[in-house]
């Protein structure tokens, strides 16, 4: 078990003054089995109204508009958090079981493909030979380990906007593009899938207090079962240095921030710092 401090800094320059602007942001670390949440605050500046609402999809979503001039908005999320390793539950679905109309019909949100998730032949093709021989998780877990083998992690190769097969003809991405694309192989074989979207202490032995620069990270979750975490960027099951801020589709559905401004165009910094406290 681990207990992080998570600050996410959002920073927005603006080539002029900007009239107005109405934002949305999904920052706030989920109320789940698996973790606790102790703290969690998001301050916007400069702000003149603001709500909270629950999406769709169970997220907490912070909204904020700006109704005055001004050239910068900066959007701090806060949290503390704490996080358990839940052991996966030992009787697994068979393929069978996944096949059958009940669970075809109950998670048929999460086996429909899109333009984001929608793998290459050649993927689809490792996917349903993997399926042809293991059973779900271990197909599951194959496809993960082929997907970390073949691709590399290179900051600034794609865009949030890239589709699965984009990113896989090129063999480089970020954790969104190893997510849908994890997403879109296992769906192809008919195991439910979704996209989770949250923070990454990306230092296992840090030491109780130390502050490291954390990532806001993307990863998977398969359902054979019970939903299972695996993080297909470091291909490793999730554990208490991964804290879950939203599950979805995909991340068109649970982005971080989102926001529509009346000005000019503009620039961002974004920075996230985890201190395991506990």
């Not at 954390?214 to 939903?227: K, P, Q, Y």
């Amino acid at each position: 078990m681990s207990t992080l401090r998570i600050e996410h800094r959002t920073s927005f320059t603006y080539g002029g003054p900007i009239v107005s602007s109405y934002n949305e942001a999904r920052l706030t670390p989920a109320w789940l089995p698996r973790q606790r949440v102790l703290e969690s605050k998001i301050d916007a500046s400069p702000v003149t109204w603001r709500s909270t609402y629950r999406d769709y999809w169970e997220a907490t979503v912070n909204v904020f508009e700006v109704l005055q001039p001004h050239e910068a908005l900066t959007v701090v999320g806060s949290s503390l958090v704490e996080v358990s390793s839940v052991p996966a539950r030992e009787e697994r679905a068979s393929w069978d079981t996944l096949t059958g109309p009940r669970f075809q019909d109950l998670l048929s949100e999460y086996l429909g493909l899109s333009e984001v998730t929608e793998p290459t032949e050649e993927l689809a093709a490792f996917a349903k030979d993997a399926a042809g021989r293991l059973g779900p998780d271990r197909a599951a877990r194959a496809i993960c380990d082929h997907l970390f083998g073949e691709m590399s992690y290179v900051p600034g190769a794609t865009t949030v906007h890239t589709p699965a097969r984009d990113a896989w003809q090129e063999r480089s991405g970020v954790c969104q593009d190893f997510a849908h694309l994890a997403i879109g192989a296992l769906r192809t074989v008919g195991i439910p899938a979704r996209y989770v979207s949250g923070y990454l202490h990306p230092k296992r032995d840090a030491a109780i207090g130390e502050t490291v620069s954390g990532e806001s990270h993307a990863w998977v979750e398969w359902w054979t079962g019970d939903w299972f975490g695996f993080d297909p960027t470091n291909d490793r099951e999730v554990g208490d240095h991964h804290v879950i801020v939203a599950r979805a589709r995909e991340y068109t559905d649970v982005p971080p921030l989102t926001g529509v401004v009346a000005g000019s165009t503009t620039d961002l910094d974004v920075t996230v710092n985890v201190t395991r406290v506990d």
